[in-house]
C-alpha cells in the first residue's frame, strides 16, 4: 500500500510540475504579446537593437513569471478550501 501511495505522491508531483511549466509559458507569451504595444523608443535609444530586443524579453519573462505565479498561487489556495471544512 505504501508503493501505491509513493507512485500516487510522485505522479501528483509531476503533473503539478507540468501544469507550472505550461502555465508560466502561457504567461511569458502572453506579456510578450502585451508588451509589444509598449513604445520602448521613450525610455530606449535604439529600441530594435539586440539589447533593446533582450530588454524587451526580459521584461516579458519577469512580468509573465509574476502573473504566472500569482495564478499558481491562487489555484493552490482555491484547492485548499476544502481542509477548512
Known amino acids: ?17 507540468l ?5 508560466s509559458l502561457i504567461c511569458i507569451g502572453l506579456s510578450w504579446w502585451a508588451l509589444q504595444n509598449l513604445k520602448l523608443d521613450l525610455f530606449i535609444r535604439f529600441p530594435k537593437s539586440a539589447q533593446g530586443k533582450l530588454l ?3 521584461l516579458a519573462i519577469i512580468l509573465g ?3 504566472a505565479r500569482f495564478l499558481l498561487d491562487y489555484l493552490n489556495w482555491s484547492q485548499m478550501i476544502k481542509y477548512m471544512f
Not at 19 to 23: D, G, N
Open 65 to 67: 513569471h509574476f502573473v
Open 56 to 58: 524587451h524579453l526580459l
Open 1 to 17: 500500500m505504501d508503493s501505491n501511495f509513493g507512485n500516487q505522491l510522485v505522479g501528483s508531483l509531476g503533473v503539478n510540475g
Open 19 to 23: 501544469i507550472s511549466i505550461i502555465v
